[in-house]
Protein backbone atom coordinates (compact mmCIF):
# COMPACT_ATOMS: atom_id res chain seq x y z
CA UNK A 1 0.00 0.00 0.00
CA UNK A 2 1.27 3.46 -0.60
CA UNK A 3 2.95 5.55 2.07
CA UNK A 4 0.17 7.47 4.38
CA UNK A 5 0.86 11.14 3.71
CA UNK A 6 -0.21 11.91 7.56
CA UNK A 7 2.60 9.94 8.69
CA UNK A 8 4.94 10.88 6.28
CA UNK A 9 4.79 14.02 5.46
CA UNK A 10 4.88 13.02 1.93
CA UNK A 11 3.05 15.07 -0.96
CA UNK A 12 -0.37 13.51 -1.15
CA UNK A 13 -0.91 11.74 -4.90
CA UNK A 14 -2.77 14.07 -7.10
CA UNK A 15 -5.52 11.74 -8.18
CA UNK A 16 -7.57 13.19 -11.76
CA UNK A 17 -11.65 12.04 -11.36
CA UNK A 18 -12.19 10.95 -15.07
CA UNK A 19 -15.84 11.44 -15.57
CA UNK A 20 -18.47 11.80 -18.45
CA UNK A 21 -17.60 10.81 -21.66
CA UNK A 22 -19.84 9.91 -25.34
CA UNK A 23 -21.46 7.01 -24.42
CA UNK A 24 -25.10 6.62 -23.28
CA UNK A 25 -24.14 5.78 -19.87
CA UNK A 26 -22.23 9.39 -19.68
CA UNK A 27 -25.08 10.40 -16.69
CA UNK A 28 -24.07 7.18 -14.91
CA UNK A 29 -20.65 8.74 -14.82
CA UNK A 30 -21.28 11.77 -14.07
CA UNK A 31 -22.99 11.11 -10.97
CA UNK A 32 -20.70 8.56 -9.45
CA UNK A 33 -17.62 10.52 -10.48
CA UNK A 34 -19.13 13.55 -8.13
CA UNK A 35 -19.57 10.68 -5.55
CA UNK A 36 -15.89 9.49 -6.10
CA UNK A 37 -15.29 13.41 -5.27
CA UNK A 38 -16.58 13.55 -2.08
CA UNK A 39 -15.67 10.45 -0.74
CA UNK A 40 -12.35 10.23 -1.52
CA UNK A 41 -9.34 10.96 1.50
CA UNK A 42 -8.60 14.33 1.07
CA UNK A 43 -6.13 13.61 4.23
CA UNK A 44 -4.46 10.98 1.68
CA UNK A 45 -5.12 12.41 -1.62
CA UNK A 46 -5.55 15.72 -3.63
CA UNK A 47 -8.38 15.24 -6.12
CA UNK A 48 -8.75 17.13 -9.71
CA UNK A 49 -11.78 16.83 -11.80
CA UNK A 50 -12.02 16.20 -15.52
CA UNK A 51 -14.87 16.11 -17.45
CA UNK A 52 -14.91 14.14 -20.44
CA UNK A 53 -16.86 15.87 -23.03
CA UNK A 54 -18.76 13.73 -26.12
CA UNK A 55 -16.23 14.87 -28.47
CA UNK A 56 -13.54 13.36 -26.09
CA UNK A 57 -12.30 16.74 -25.01
CA UNK A 58 -11.14 16.94 -21.48
CA UNK A 59 -12.63 19.87 -19.07
CA UNK A 60 -11.76 20.77 -15.69
CA UNK A 61 -14.16 21.45 -13.69
CA UNK A 62 -13.13 22.67 -10.14
CA UNK A 63 -16.61 24.51 -9.69
CA UNK A 64 -17.35 20.64 -8.79
CA UNK A 65 -15.10 20.73 -5.71
CA UNK A 66 -17.85 22.48 -4.09
CA UNK A 67 -20.24 19.33 -4.25
CA UNK A 68 -17.76 17.91 -2.31
CA UNK A 69 -19.20 19.26 0.97
CA UNK A 70 -22.89 18.64 -0.47
CA UNK A 71 -25.22 16.85 2.38
CA UNK A 72 -25.89 13.70 0.00
CA UNK A 73 -24.72 12.15 -3.27
CA UNK A 74 -26.27 13.25 -6.51
CA UNK A 75 -29.02 11.44 -8.43
CA UNK A 76 -28.24 10.41 -12.04
CA UNK A 77 -28.55 12.73 -14.30
CA UNK A 78 -28.59 15.41 -11.27
CA UNK A 79 -24.94 16.60 -12.22
CA UNK A 80 -24.58 20.30 -12.81
CA UNK A 81 -23.66 21.47 -16.77
CA UNK A 82 -20.68 23.07 -16.96
CA UNK A 83 -20.71 27.04 -17.72
CA UNK A 84 -18.20 29.25 -19.05
CA UNK A 85 -17.85 31.07 -15.85
CA UNK A 86 -16.89 28.15 -13.49
CA UNK A 87 -14.85 26.15 -16.42
CA UNK A 88 -11.67 26.09 -18.25
CA UNK A 89 -11.34 26.07 -21.91
CA UNK A 90 -10.91 22.25 -23.37
CA UNK A 91 -7.75 20.28 -23.53
CA UNK A 92 -6.78 17.50 -25.42
CA UNK A 93 -5.79 14.54 -22.63
CA UNK A 94 -2.20 15.35 -23.89
CA UNK A 95 -2.53 18.90 -22.46
CA UNK A 96 -4.65 17.99 -19.26
CA UNK A 97 -3.48 15.31 -17.44
CA UNK A 98 -0.21 14.42 -19.58
CA UNK A 99 2.16 17.36 -18.43
CA UNK A 100 3.10 16.31 -14.91
CA UNK A 101 0.30 17.47 -13.31
CA UNK A 102 -1.63 13.71 -12.47
CA UNK A 103 -0.30 11.06 -10.56
CA UNK A 104 -3.31 8.70 -11.15
CA UNK A 105 -6.12 8.54 -13.28
CA UNK A 106 -9.31 7.61 -11.09
CA UNK A 107 -11.64 6.38 -14.17
CA UNK A 108 -15.14 6.61 -13.55
CA UNK A 109 -16.44 6.53 -17.42
CA UNK A 110 -18.74 3.68 -18.70
CA UNK A 111 -19.54 2.21 -22.09
CA UNK A 112 -17.30 2.51 -25.18
CA UNK A 113 -14.41 5.04 -24.51
CA UNK A 114 -14.20 4.93 -21.19
CA UNK A 115 -14.62 0.98 -20.55
CA UNK A 116 -13.63 -0.46 -23.48
CA UNK A 117 -9.88 0.05 -23.45
CA UNK A 118 -9.30 3.45 -25.35
CA UNK A 119 -8.95 5.52 -22.51
CA UNK A 120 -6.90 2.99 -20.85
CA UNK A 121 -4.20 2.93 -23.99
CA UNK A 122 -4.66 6.89 -23.90
CA UNK A 123 -3.24 6.82 -20.49
CA UNK A 124 -0.89 3.97 -20.84
CA UNK A 125 0.87 6.34 -23.91
CA UNK A 126 1.26 8.94 -21.06
CA UNK A 127 2.98 6.74 -18.62
CA UNK A 128 0.02 7.74 -16.04
CA UNK A 129 -1.00 4.70 -13.57
CA UNK A 130 -4.91 4.13 -13.38
CA UNK A 131 -7.44 2.38 -11.78
CA UNK A 132 -9.03 -0.47 -12.41
CA UNK A 133 -8.29 -3.14 -15.52
CA UNK A 134 -5.54 -2.86 -18.52
CA UNK A 135 -6.34 -2.37 -22.06
CA UNK A 136 -6.80 -5.88 -23.26
CA UNK A 137 -8.94 -6.72 -20.33
CA UNK A 138 -11.20 -4.06 -20.73
CA UNK A 139 -11.58 -4.59 -24.65
CA UNK A 140 -12.48 -8.04 -23.82
CA UNK A 141 -14.60 -7.61 -21.09
CA UNK A 142 -16.66 -4.78 -23.34
CA UNK A 143 -17.11 -7.17 -26.24
CA UNK A 144 -20.02 -9.76 -25.06
CA UNK A 145 -19.34 -12.07 -27.85
CA UNK A 146 -15.33 -12.00 -26.60
CA UNK A 147 -15.60 -12.79 -23.09
CA UNK A 148 -18.19 -15.44 -23.89
CA UNK A 149 -16.07 -17.32 -26.27
CA UNK A 150 -13.26 -16.66 -23.61
CA UNK A 151 -15.03 -17.54 -21.07
CA UNK A 152 -16.71 -20.54 -22.02
CA UNK A 153 -12.87 -22.09 -23.05
CA UNK A 154 -12.27 -21.54 -19.67
CA UNK A 155 -15.56 -23.88 -18.23
CA UNK A 156 -17.97 -20.64 -17.89
CA UNK A 157 -21.68 -21.86 -18.19
CA UNK A 158 -23.58 -19.19 -20.62
CA UNK A 159 -26.93 -18.83 -21.22
CA UNK A 160 -27.98 -20.19 -25.06
CA UNK A 161 -27.05 -17.29 -27.30
CA UNK A 162 -27.39 -16.12 -31.19
CA UNK A 163 -25.06 -13.86 -32.77
CA UNK A 164 -25.91 -11.55 -35.07
CA UNK A 165 -23.60 -9.58 -38.01
CA UNK A 166 -25.39 -6.27 -38.18
CA UNK A 167 -23.59 -5.61 -41.56
CA UNK A 168 -25.28 -8.74 -42.72
CA UNK A 169 -28.65 -8.34 -41.28
CA UNK A 170 -30.47 -6.36 -44.06
CA UNK A 171 -29.84 -9.72 -46.45
CA UNK A 172 -30.46 -12.66 -43.88
CA UNK A 173 -33.06 -11.04 -41.66
CA UNK A 174 -35.26 -14.36 -42.31
CA UNK A 175 -32.25 -16.73 -41.69
CA UNK A 176 -31.65 -15.10 -38.51
CA UNK A 177 -34.81 -15.55 -37.01
CA UNK A 178 -35.39 -18.96 -37.84
CA UNK A 179 -32.49 -19.66 -36.23
CA UNK A 180 -33.65 -17.81 -33.30
CA UNK A 181 -36.99 -19.66 -33.07
CA UNK A 182 -35.12 -23.31 -33.63
CA UNK A 183 -32.53 -22.14 -30.98
CA UNK A 184 -33.49 -20.37 -28.09
CA UNK A 185 -37.58 -19.61 -29.18
CA UNK A 186 -39.40 -16.83 -27.46
CA UNK A 187 -39.82 -14.58 -25.56
CA UNK A 188 -35.82 -14.23 -26.35
CA UNK A 189 -33.41 -10.86 -25.13
CA UNK A 190 -31.72 -8.73 -27.85
CA UNK A 191 -28.95 -6.96 -26.72
CA UNK A 192 -26.15 -4.70 -28.05
CA UNK A 193 -22.54 -6.40 -28.30
CA UNK A 194 -20.68 -3.49 -26.25
CA UNK A 195 -22.80 -1.29 -24.75
CA UNK A 196 -23.82 -1.47 -20.39
CA UNK A 197 -26.32 -0.14 -18.13
CA UNK A 198 -28.77 -2.32 -20.18
CA UNK A 199 -28.58 0.11 -22.74
CA UNK A 200 -30.49 -1.17 -26.16
CA UNK A 201 -31.45 -4.00 -24.40
CA UNK A 202 -35.31 -5.32 -25.41
CA UNK A 203 -37.13 -8.24 -24.28
CA UNK A 204 -39.12 -9.89 -27.47
CA UNK A 205 -42.03 -11.78 -27.17
CA UNK A 206 -42.82 -13.27 -30.79
CA UNK A 207 -41.16 -13.33 -34.26
CA UNK A 208 -42.54 -10.05 -35.48
CA UNK A 209 -40.60 -8.09 -32.80
CA UNK A 210 -37.09 -9.51 -33.37
CA UNK A 211 -36.91 -7.23 -36.55
CA UNK A 212 -37.00 -3.82 -34.99
CA UNK A 213 -35.25 -5.38 -31.36
CA UNK A 214 -32.31 -6.00 -33.64
CA UNK A 215 -32.31 -3.20 -35.47
CA UNK A 216 -32.43 -0.89 -32.43
CA UNK A 217 -29.98 -2.80 -31.10
CA UNK A 218 -27.51 -2.28 -34.33
CA UNK A 219 -27.62 1.17 -33.92
CA UNK A 220 -24.79 0.74 -30.90
CA UNK A 221 -22.56 -1.70 -33.07
CA UNK A 222 -22.39 -3.65 -35.33
CA UNK A 223 -22.42 -7.14 -33.47
CA UNK A 224 -25.71 -7.85 -31.64
CA UNK A 225 -26.88 -10.82 -29.34
CA UNK A 226 -30.25 -12.49 -29.12
CA UNK A 227 -30.12 -14.43 -25.65
CA UNK A 228 -32.42 -17.21 -24.62
CA UNK A 229 -35.16 -15.50 -21.98
CA UNK A 230 -34.06 -17.29 -18.63
CA UNK A 231 -36.84 -17.20 -15.59
CA UNK A 232 -35.41 -17.20 -11.90
CA UNK A 233 -33.21 -14.95 -9.80
CA UNK A 234 -30.96 -12.37 -11.17
CA UNK A 235 -27.80 -11.83 -8.82
CA UNK A 236 -24.07 -10.28 -9.00
CA UNK A 237 -21.29 -10.59 -7.29
CA UNK A 238 -18.61 -8.01 -7.08
CA UNK A 239 -14.48 -8.96 -6.44
CA UNK A 240 -12.08 -6.66 -5.26
CA UNK A 241 -8.58 -7.15 -5.30
CA UNK A 242 -6.17 -6.76 -2.04
CA UNK A 243 -4.27 -3.50 -2.14
CA UNK A 244 -1.30 -5.14 -0.31
CA UNK A 245 -1.42 -7.89 -2.34
CA UNK A 246 -2.90 -8.03 -5.23
CA UNK A 247 -5.24 -11.42 -4.61
CA UNK A 248 -8.55 -10.72 -5.94
CA UNK A 249 -11.40 -12.00 -3.12
CA UNK A 250 -15.19 -11.98 -4.08
CA UNK A 251 -17.94 -9.70 -2.33
CA UNK A 252 -21.25 -10.70 -0.57
CA UNK A 253 -23.50 -11.79 -3.49
CA UNK A 254 -26.25 -9.22 -4.67
CA UNK A 255 -30.03 -10.30 -5.93
CA UNK A 256 -31.45 -7.88 -7.72
CA UNK A 257 -35.29 -7.72 -8.11
CA UNK A 258 -36.33 -4.77 -11.35
CA UNK A 259 -39.90 -4.17 -10.63
CA UNK A 260 -39.95 -3.48 -14.64
CA UNK A 261 -39.88 -6.25 -16.88
CA UNK A 262 -36.66 -6.40 -16.44
CA UNK A 263 -32.74 -4.73 -15.14
CA UNK A 264 -33.39 -1.77 -17.31
CA UNK A 265 -31.58 1.57 -17.13
CA UNK A 266 -34.24 3.11 -15.60
CA UNK A 267 -34.62 0.48 -13.11
CA UNK A 268 -30.93 0.66 -12.23
CA UNK A 269 -30.50 4.40 -11.63
CA UNK A 270 -34.62 5.67 -10.96
CA UNK A 271 -34.98 5.75 -7.33
CA UNK A 272 -36.87 2.84 -6.22
CA UNK A 273 -36.57 1.29 -9.86
CA UNK A 274 -35.28 -1.81 -8.38
CA UNK A 275 -34.94 -3.97 -4.71
CA UNK A 276 -31.20 -4.89 -4.45
CA UNK A 277 -31.00 -7.54 -1.52
CA UNK A 278 -27.66 -8.24 0.00
CA UNK A 279 -26.87 -11.70 1.04
CA UNK A 280 -28.75 -12.49 -1.69
CA UNK A 281 -31.56 -14.78 -0.76
CA UNK A 282 -30.07 -18.11 -2.39
CA UNK A 283 -28.65 -21.34 -0.82
CA UNK A 284 -25.06 -21.20 0.20
CA UNK A 285 -23.93 -23.77 -1.86
CA UNK A 286 -25.19 -21.09 -4.88
CA UNK A 287 -23.80 -18.16 -3.49
CA UNK A 288 -20.47 -20.07 -3.37
CA UNK A 289 -20.77 -20.91 -7.19
CA UNK A 290 -21.67 -17.63 -7.89
CA UNK A 291 -18.79 -16.61 -6.19
CA UNK A 292 -16.37 -18.66 -7.66
CA UNK A 293 -17.76 -17.90 -10.94
CA UNK A 294 -16.76 -14.40 -10.68
CA UNK A 295 -13.91 -14.69 -9.55
CA UNK A 296 -12.82 -17.00 -12.21
CA UNK A 297 -14.30 -14.75 -14.99
CA UNK A 298 -11.89 -11.87 -13.37
CA UNK A 299 -8.99 -14.21 -14.03
CA UNK A 300 -9.82 -15.33 -17.18
CA UNK A 301 -9.84 -12.07 -18.57
CA UNK A 302 -7.02 -10.51 -16.92
CA UNK A 303 -9.12 -7.95 -14.55
CA UNK A 304 -7.35 -6.01 -12.38
CA UNK A 305 -8.53 -3.80 -9.07
CA UNK A 306 -12.15 -4.66 -9.30
CA UNK A 307 -14.55 -6.56 -11.78
CA UNK A 308 -18.45 -7.23 -10.99
CA UNK A 309 -20.13 -10.35 -12.67
CA UNK A 310 -23.50 -10.55 -13.68
CA UNK A 311 -25.46 -13.99 -13.38
CA UNK A 312 -28.55 -15.52 -13.47
CA UNK A 313 -29.76 -18.55 -11.28
CA UNK A 314 -32.17 -20.48 -13.72
CA UNK A 315 -33.89 -23.89 -13.07
CA UNK A 316 -31.01 -24.41 -10.28
CA UNK A 317 -28.08 -23.53 -12.28
CA UNK A 318 -25.63 -20.11 -12.08
CA UNK A 319 -25.01 -18.71 -15.69
CA UNK A 320 -22.78 -15.86 -16.45
CA UNK A 321 -24.16 -13.25 -18.54
CA UNK A 322 -21.38 -10.68 -18.24
CA UNK A 323 -18.50 -8.83 -16.72
CA UNK A 324 -18.42 -5.20 -15.82
CA UNK A 325 -14.34 -4.07 -15.26
CA UNK A 326 -15.69 -0.46 -14.09
CA UNK A 327 -18.68 -1.25 -12.03
CA UNK A 328 -20.99 1.67 -11.13
CA UNK A 329 -20.21 3.86 -8.45
CA UNK A 330 -23.26 6.13 -7.47
CA UNK A 331 -24.62 6.23 -4.69
CA UNK A 332 -27.16 3.30 -5.30
CA UNK A 333 -24.82 1.11 -7.72
CA UNK A 334 -23.91 -2.07 -6.74
CA UNK A 335 -20.30 -2.28 -6.04
CA UNK A 336 -20.93 0.04 -3.23
CA UNK A 337 -23.66 -2.00 -1.92
CA UNK A 338 -21.44 -5.07 -1.69
CA UNK A 339 -18.66 -3.56 -0.34
CA UNK A 340 -20.42 -2.01 2.46
CA UNK A 341 -22.29 -5.55 3.47
CA UNK A 342 -18.36 -6.61 3.98
CA UNK A 343 -17.74 -4.10 6.09
CA UNK A 344 -16.32 -1.39 3.06
CA UNK A 345 -17.83 1.76 3.69
CA UNK A 346 -17.57 4.19 0.45
CA UNK A 347 -14.29 6.35 1.39
CA UNK A 348 -12.94 2.80 2.38
CA UNK A 349 -13.82 0.94 -0.79
CA UNK A 350 -12.29 4.59 -2.88
CA UNK A 351 -8.95 4.21 -0.93
CA UNK A 352 -8.60 0.65 -1.78
CA UNK A 353 -9.22 1.23 -5.72
CA UNK A 354 -6.93 3.75 -5.51
CA UNK A 355 -4.57 1.91 -3.43
CA UNK A 356 -4.86 -0.77 -5.92
CA UNK A 357 -3.50 0.94 -8.95
CA UNK A 358 -0.38 2.61 -6.93
CA UNK A 359 0.49 -0.86 -6.02
CA UNK A 360 0.04 -2.06 -9.68
CA UNK A 361 2.69 0.88 -10.86
CA UNK A 362 4.89 0.16 -7.77
CA UNK A 363 5.04 -3.38 -9.10
CA UNK A 364 5.60 -2.17 -13.38
CA UNK A 365 8.21 0.35 -12.16
CA UNK A 366 10.66 -2.34 -10.02
CA UNK A 367 10.45 -5.01 -13.23
CA UNK A 368 11.67 -1.82 -15.37
CA UNK A 369 14.41 -1.02 -12.89
CA UNK A 370 15.40 -4.94 -12.91
CA UNK A 371 15.75 -5.18 -16.82
Known sequence: MAADPKTTGAKRPRVAILMGGPSPERDVSLAGGVQVLQAIDRTRFDALVYEITREGKFLPRPDLLRLAGAAGPPEVGGVPTATGATTMAPHGIGETVGDGTVDLAFIVLHGPYGEDGTIQGLLELLGIPYTGSGVLASALAMDKLRSRQIGMANGL?????????????????????AQVARDLGFPCVVKPNAQGSSVGVSIVGTEDALTPAVERAVEFGDVVLVEEYLRGTEITCAILEDPKTGIPSPLPVIEIVP??????????????????????????????????????????????????????????????????????????????????????DFTALVSRIVDNALRRQRTRQRRSRGR
Not at 157 to 177: I, K, Q, S
Open 157 to 177: PFPRFVTVDGGAWPGNRLEVA
Open 259 to 344: KREFFTYEAKYTPGGSEEIVPARISAVQAKQAQQLALRAHRALGCEGMSRTDMFIADGKVLVLELNTIPGLTHGSLLPKAAAAAGI
